[in-house]
């Protein structure tokens, strides 16, 4: 499976290098609890400058921001109930705000709120380069996008038991959307004008024994493409190929959101049991309100 | 002198590990895998593949050999490799059209049709942007979703055009790797359609759970499928499993269930050159009794 032997076997072919853990965890590098007290963390974001963003979905009326020194500090107050965060390339902080049934937007510096859609209930989003939004309405199965222009329209139905992390790849191609009551994450292709085709559950996630359900959840993505999922046995990596690479185990129960942020991106952080945590990777992140980026390829390793 | 012994050893496991590494270089392919004088050549056609409904949104290059021989009034043979790009190459490790030629015409193995398959992809929409490969969801995944892909789309169609026969002693199917495993699961799922099945250094370990194979092999009643392996003791050990291991648990299990196998357990690597290298001889052994099966 190493990659310069692929050559021999079938010239041509679209193979893919094996990813271990071991490309991404450090040795000696441990979770660290960054933040507690709170009743359901979730929402996590971050920033081009390595600023981490998150809710108290449960509690909380704020976004909470921890910069990449440690610094816990309230973002915008008076938000409740924010399940997904991410930037858009226009700056502003898309949310899912599901118990006021409405996506928003909120202006940096002034704290406006412009409000996207309303009547839905989204659970988690991502935004791309051009402005696309992409958001899981859980409930309903349904996948919806929200052009630049501001067009609302359900772009997958069915086949997801229950939709909740969304994700796409480094160069923005493919969207993933990972299943709370299945077991598997499921891959899209893009369309340019912002639609969903070629449905495919591509990964297959390890669930409890005895249970088909994953409790699949948020979901992120880094620098070499892999694919991060939450879920109820750990945090779980694919590779860009949709094979698993590992299991990470949580610091805590419920691990329900995922992203890179900190220094150089280079921390993995989670949201798991109202806590905050995070890691320090041989990994780094990508940030979608950027323009898309081919994927790098790690070096080669078997272990 | 201490450091004169230590350097002999150091030499002597140079040179042993020198010979390691030779011997995958060392499997070379053989008289039948090259062009004979005089030997009627068979043609091969490439074709793309763009309109499945098993995996939609795919598009794959397939090739398909026609030997000399075939006259369209008898039903042929058939031969599916995975990963076909690999086997239709006259540079790659098995030059398959090459060794067809050869073997038919000495009558080793009926006139026979080869179809050999690359892995889907789903392109992108937009230039920078990468193709979603489909190679491990298609070949590592158990179930019969690429058997379905072969039997309802591609082969119907193959089938126009040429006259196939539907006896499973009669129909081949070869793959290396995941491309391995994949020819395993569709005569597993379909042994009624592929009763031979050829894997090279195959992934009979948890790419996508293939690793369960030895035990299931072992508490099911046994399926009317001839198998060969081939593996190699410096194949990949990785975060999947043991190819080495696998492939012997693999033999172990179709010894263990009394099935018609063969197993073939070099020194190569995760590579095709030993599979290549035999390949004229692993048709003679498939196709052994070809003359009862029509």
């Known amino acids: ?19 271990p853990l071991s490309q991404v965890l450090v040795e000696g590098e441990a979770w660290q609890l960054m933040a507690e007290g709170y009743g359901f963390t979730d929402a996590c974001a971050a920033d081009a400058e390595g600023n981490f963003y998150f809710t108290d979905v449960k509690n909380g009326t704020g976004i909470f921001k921890l910069s990449p020194e440690g610094q816990l500090s309230v973002w915008r107050d008076g938000l409740p109930g924010i399940s997904g965060l991410q930037f858009g390339p226009d700056g502003k902080l898309y949310a899912c705000q599901g118990k006021q049934e409405r996506l928003i937007r909120i202006v940096p510096g002034s704290g406006e709120v412009e409000v996207l859609v309303t009547g839905v209930r989204p659970n988690d989003l991502v935004v791309n380069a051009f402005g696309t939004v992409f958001f899981t309405e859980t409930k309903t199965q349904q996948v919806h996008a929200v052009s630049p222009a501001g067009v609302h329209r359900v772009v997958h139905q069915g086949d997801i038991v229950r939709p909740n992390g969304i994700s ?50 948020g979901s992120t993505t880094d620098a070499f493409g892999r694919y991060y999922v939450t879920s109820e046995v750990g945090l779980q990596m694919f590779d860009p190929t949709g094979r698993l690479g590992g299991v990470i185990a949580s610091p805590a129960p419920k691990p329900v959101s995922v992203e890179f942020a900190g220094p150089g991106l280079a921390w993995i952080y989670l949201a798991a049991d109202g806590k905050i945590f995070r890691r320090k990777t041989a990994s780094h992140g990508v940030l979608f309100q950027s323009p898309p980026v081919p994927s790098l390829t790690p070096p080669a390793q078997t272990r | 002198m201490q450091w004169m012994r230590m350097t002999g050893v150091w030499l002597l496991a140079a040179g042993l590990l020198g010979i390691t590494q030779g011997q995958d270089e060392s499997y070379k392919k053989g008289p039948d895998s090259v062009r004979k004088p005089g030997v009627p050549q068979g043609t091969v056609t490439k074709a793309k593949w763009t309109e499945s409904k098993v995996f939609p949104g795919t598009v794959r290059d397939y090739w398909i050999y026609v030997p000399k021989q075939y006259d369209g009034k008898e039903p042929a043979a058939l031969f599916v490799a995975q990963d076909g790009g690999g086997f239709v190459t006259e540079e790659g490790a098995f030059n398959a059209p090459a060794v067809f030629d050869n073997l038919i015409q000495e009558g080793a193995m009926p006139v026979t049709i080869g179809v050999f398959v690359n892995p889907g992809s789903i392109p992108p929409v937009e230039e920078t942007s990468k193709p979603r490969s489909n190679r491990s969801y298609e070949y590592d995944s158990l179930g019969d979703l690429y058997a379905r892909f072969l039997l309802e789309e591609l082969l119907p169609e193959i089938g126009k055009s040429f006259k196939i026969s539907g006896d499973p002693r009669r129909r081949v199917i070869c793959g290396n790797s995941s491309g391995g495993i994949c020819a395993f699961t569709v005569a597993w799922e379909r042994p009624g359609e592929f009763g031979n099945v050829i894997s090279h250094i195959g992934s009979f370990t948890n790419i ?87």
């Not at chain 1, 493919?174 to 639609?195: M, P, Q």
């Not at chain 2, 194949?235 to 263990?256: C, E, I, R, T, Y």
């Open chain 1, 1 to 19: 499976m190493r990659v310069w032997l692929f050559p021999l076997l079938c010239a041509g072919c679209l193979v893919a290098q094996d990813m």
């Open chain 1, 168 to 217: 796409l790849s480094p160069d923005q191609g493919t969207l993933i959307v990972s299943d709370h009551g299945g077991k598997h994450v499921w891959a899209f292709r893009v369309e340019s004008d912002g639609s969903l085709a070629y449905a495919q559950p591509y990964m297959t996630v390890v669930t409890p024994y005895g249970t088909d359900e994953s409790k699949g959840d």
């Open chain 2, 208 to 294: 996508r759970g293939g690793h369960v194979y030895p035990a299931l092999i072992r508490k099911t009643e046994k399926k009317p499928i001839r198998v060969f392996l081939q593996d190699g003791a410096n194949d990949v050990d990785n975060l999947h499993g043991n190819w080495p291991l696998a492939n012997q648990q693999m033999a172990a299990s179709l010894k263990f269930t009394g099935y018609d196998f063969q197993f073939v357990y070099g020194e190569g690597k995760h590579s095709a050159r030993h599979g290549g290298a035999i390949f004229p001889d692993t048709m003679r052994w498939v196709f052994r009794d070809w003359k009862e099966a029509k």
